[in-house]
């Protein structure tokens, strides 16, 4: 790409001394370009200049899976302007190359294809806590697009205000993870089920107290007191 940048600079700098334009002539022009990035065209130079450091420092490549502003997808093309990436769901996204330099992304496949996945489930107080990691446990085992190296593993997280929770971590490749977590979860519930675990959820105790006769009586009297002064 630069090899390229290069020979198009060379060719437009020989058509013009070949139309005559001297070096005096080149500076004007250099200085009306210059002054026009200072004003009307900083964005585009900006993006061009973050393009030429995405080259150099390789941050992310073509082929690769990143996330940037909450968007999935796999780098197809580094252009002159910006870098088109490619969704799950199969819809091409232009970003700006600057938004790669002056944002967070995250490069999930810079290193190595796998990562770790978290599933949190929460069951009823009272619940037999070592019948809920073995069966979580059991899932992880028993699930073909769960890595065993490295090894799962299951977290009591915290005493919710409705459930206990309980987090279940497994590693998964980059291509087989949304399914793994989908189907997980599936299973999560019928060996719940199964076992009589119970999935809680919110719950709330409501108190209806009944007011006194002479109380409501009181009540209604002054209504109908507002109702006639009005």
């Known amino acids: 790409t630069i090899s390229m940048y290069v020979i198009w600079l060379l060719g437009i700098l020989t058509a013009l001394h070949s139309l005559g334009v001297g070096t005096t002539s080149l500076a004007v022009v250099f200085g009306a370009v210059g002054i026009g990035l200072g004003f009307g065209l900083q964005n585009i130079f900006n993006n061009f200049i973050s393009g030429i450091i995405l080259l150099f420092e390789r941050p992310i490549q073509v082929g690769e899976v990143i996330e940037i502003g909450g968007t999935w997808g796999t780098v197809r093309k580094i252009n002159f302007r910006s870098t088109v990436v490619q969704t799950y769901d199969n819809a091409s996204v232009i970003i700006p190359n600057s938004d790669f330099i002056s944002t967070q992304v995250v490069n999930w496949s810079f290193k190595d294809p796998r990562l770790r996945r978290s599933i949190a489930v ?109």
């Open 122 to 230: 929460g069951v009823a107080y009272g619940s037999d806590v070592e019948l809920v990691r073995d069966t979580l446990l059991e899932i992880a085992e028993n699930h073909p697009k769960v890595l065993k190296y490295p090894r799962y593993d299951v977290l009591f997280s915290d005493f919710g205000d409705s459930a206990l929770i309980f987090n279940l971590r497994f590693w998964s490749t980059l291509n087989d993870f949304f399914a793994a977590e989908t189907e997980i979860r599936f299973e999560i519930d019928r060996l719940f089920r199964e076992k009589n675990i119970e999935i809680s959820f919110p719950q709330r105790d409501i108190h209806i107290r009944t007011m006194r006769p002479e109380v409501s009586l009181k009540m209604k009297k002054n209504e109908a007191t507002d109702k006639n002064d009005r």
